[in-house]
Each structure stands twice: as structure tokens, then as C-alpha cells.
């Protein structure tokens, strides 16, 4: 059985293996959930839910392992902070 819990901001997520599962879209018979984590890190993990006959939200799928290492090194963290103020900077001297 899939278990659901709210997010921080009231989103429905799915709980599974002691990781968070979001939404990411809906057919007619099947949830599709990403990583919580997905947009901060490389990680793949992918679950597919869907109702069985007896109206019960189930896993059918689970794909990829979990691998939450960062995109990039943590001493790139304020590259793109540091290329805006550059170009300000360029800016304001022309």
C-alpha cells in the first residue's frame, strides 16, 4: 500500500522506503511521483502508483535507486550569484 502524507506546502506526497515522493502528473489509472529531492540533486527515484479493485492507492513501479549527491560541487554553490554581479558591474562601468 502507498502511504501519503502533506508536504510543507500542503501537497499531497508519497512516503515510501523512508524518501518523499512528489507528483509529477496523472493518466487515467496511474500516479507518477518523482524525488522530492529531484531539483537539488541528480537523483532519479521514480514510483508509479494505482487504484486496485478495492479502492486502495497501490505501488506498481519503483525505478532507479536513490542518489542525492549534489549537481554540482559545494564551492560552485554562488557561481551564478557571482556571474550576475559581474555583469552588473560591466554594465554600470559602460
Known sequence: LAVFGTGQRGRTVLLFQN???VKNRCSASRTY???????VTVCRARV???VDKNSQERIIKCTY???HSRKFPSNN???PV???R???LSLDAS
Open 19 to 21: 524518501e518523499k515522493f
Open 33 to 39: 511521483w518523482i524525488c522530492s529531492k529531484k531539483d
Open 48 to 50: 508509479v502508483t494505482a
Open 65 to 67: 535507486e536513490h542518489d
Open 77 to 79: 554553490v554562488n557561481l
Open 82 to 84: 557571482l556571474i550576475k
Open 86 to 88: 559581474e555583469k552588473a
